[in-house]
Nanobody, 128 residues
Framework: VQVAESGGGLVQAGGSLRLSCAGSGFRLDDYNIGWFRQAPGKEREGVSS????????HYSDSVLGRFTISSEYAKNTVYLQMDSLKTEDTAVYYC??????????????????????WGQGTLVTVSS
């Protein structure tokens, strides 16, 4: 099971970026997929998650209404559309394949996730 992120870059505040998470070695609905980020000097933070099998999505309060997670099953890829970016969104963004745990509800909280695999990350820098 492997995932690889792409799409990061430098953008001005208020701008947009779309991150991609390409999965290999598994089908997209074998796992839930999550995005988390780590800003310099800060703890890792769950950003969003998606259950590809039933389409449910979750967002942290800090990105709700600005970020949109989606999937393209044919390409085995999950996207994170980031709009109205703020300087505080600057971080390395990671995607992860999350184990499905019977009886446990998927959330946007990193501490609730069981990470099967994650990528090297992609840097997003938002300038003022």
């Amino acid at each position: 099971v492997q995932v690889a992120e792409s799409g990061g870059g430098l953008v001005q505040a208020g701008g947009s970026l779309r991150l991609s998470c390409a999965g290999s070695g598994f089908r997209l609905d074998d796992y839930n997929i999550g995005w988390f980020r780590q800003a310099p000097g800060k703890e890792r933070e769950g950003v969003s998650s998606i259950s590809v099998s039933d389409g449910t999505t979750h967002y942290s309060d800090s990105v709700l209404g600005r970020f949109t997670i989606s999937s393209e099953y044919a390409k085995n890829t999950v996207y994170l559309q980031m709009d109205s970016l703020k300087t505080e969104d600057t971080a390395v963004y990671y995607c992860a394949a999350l184990d499905k745990i019977p009886g446990r509800r998927l959330t946007e909280r990193l501490e609730d996730w069981y990470l099967e695999a994650w990528g090297q990350g992609t840097l997003v820098t938002v300038s003022s």
